[in-house]
Nanobody, 124 residues
Framework: QVHLVESGGGLVQVGDSLRLSCAPS????????MAWFRQIPGKAPEFVAG????????YYADSMKGRATISGDSSKNTVYLQLNALKPEDTAVYFC?????????????????WGQGTQVTASS
């Protein structure tokens, strides 16, 4: 059964950058777009950034605009998230997800496939 696998997380200093990657494993995946969410301990998962393959449209949560860049390869259903100027409040488990939805999906229920997550910790 196909699932998504994230990589690239780790412990970094405040102000540093990280690049997260996500790719399908265990089979092929068809999607209209992918996204990144994150979950801070004790809080519900929140949308970070998304990309739609048609037109390569990207969209972001207001909190991440200017500090995050999402990119991807539609032929491989692979998605990346470049995080810059990391803050302590960015510390979270970051998940990627895939959707067959046609809009600028940012709700968890819009996504059909999820990864297990990768931990990002920004510490001073």
């Amino acid at each position: 059964q196909v699932h998504l696998v994230e990589s690239g997380g780790g412990l970094v200093q405040v102000g540093d950058s990280l690049r997260l990657s996500c790719a399908p494993s265990g089979g092929s995946l068809i999607s209209n777009g992918m996204a990144w969410f994150r979950q801070i301990p004790g809080k519900a998962p929140e949308f970070v950034a998304g990309i739609k393959w048609g037109g390569s449209t990207t969209y972001y949560a207001d909190s991440m605009k200017g500090r995050a860049t999402i990119s991807g390869d539609s032929s491989k259903n692979t998605v990346y998230l470049q995080l810059n100027a990391l803050k302590p409040e960015d510390t979270a488990v970051y998940f990627c997800a895939a959707t067959m939805g046609l809009g600028l999906n940012d709700a968890r229920g819009d996504f059909d496939h999820w990864g297990q997550g990768t931990q990002v910790t920004a510490s001073s």
